[in-house]
Each structure stands twice: as C-alpha cells, then as structure tokens.
Nanobody, 114 residues
Framework: QVQLVESGGGLVQAGGSLRLSCSAS????????MRWWRQAPGKQRELVAG???????NYADSVKGRFTITREHDKNTIYLHMNQLKPEATAVYYC????????WGQGTQVTVSS
C-alpha cells in the first residue's frame, strides 16, 4: 500500500503565497506520476497540476504562471508552490499518485481571503 499525506494548507490573504507538500510512503517501487487536485465547496474536483515520472509538468490554465509543481525524488515528496493566490483558489487540495490516480491523500484546506 501507498500512503499520501498533504500538508501546508492554511489561511492567506489574496495575493499571498503558500507551499503545499505531499509525502508518499509505503510500497513505492517506481517514480510515479503525481498530481495536485482541488475541490471547492459545491464544485467538482479539478486537476491543478501534475508531474510525470520524468518530471514533465502540466498545469490547469487557471494557475499557469502562478503555481509550480516540483518533486524531491529522494524524499518521495511533491510540492505545489502557489503564488498570487486568488479567493477562488479556496478549496481542499489533494494529491494523487499513479497514472490512474490509484492513491489519494486526505487533503489540506486552503482558504484565500479577499
């Protein structure tokens, strides 16, 4: 089994920054695709950013230029660096692992005040 634990969420003013972390542990044998998602109240979960096993990044159009996904291979950890945060970024942020998103973390709350 694989466990994913997100951290780093919190309350921030609009225009501010946060860095989320997602640490993976357990039976990890290869470098996997990992993704960040978010789900705002009353909305569907949406993909924010992803990083492939070869460290190729992709982003939702709404966050391009403001969010960056990075990975520390030796720590089995990915990060989401969020800058110029907007109130509409308020959501629970989740990370997933695997091309088919086989594993999920429990989520971390991000609240951006206007």
């Amino acid at each position: 089994q694989v466990q994913l634990v997100e951290s780093g969420g919190g309350l921030v003013q609009a225009g501010g920054s946060l860095r989320l972390s997602c640490s993976a542990s357990g039976r990890i044998f290869t470098i996997n695709t990992m993704r960040w998602w978010r789900q705002a109240p009353g909305k569907q979960r949406e993909l924010v950013a992803g990083i492939s096993g070869g460290d190729r990044e992709n982003y939702a159009d709404s966050v391009k230029g403001r969010f960056t996904i990075t990975r520390e291979h030796d720590k089995n950890t990915i990060y989401l660096h969020m800058n110029q945060l907007k109130p509409e970024a308020t959501a629970v942020y989740y990370c997933s692992m695997g091309v088919a998103n086989n594993y999920w973390g429990q989520g971390t709350q991000v609240t951006v005040s206007s």
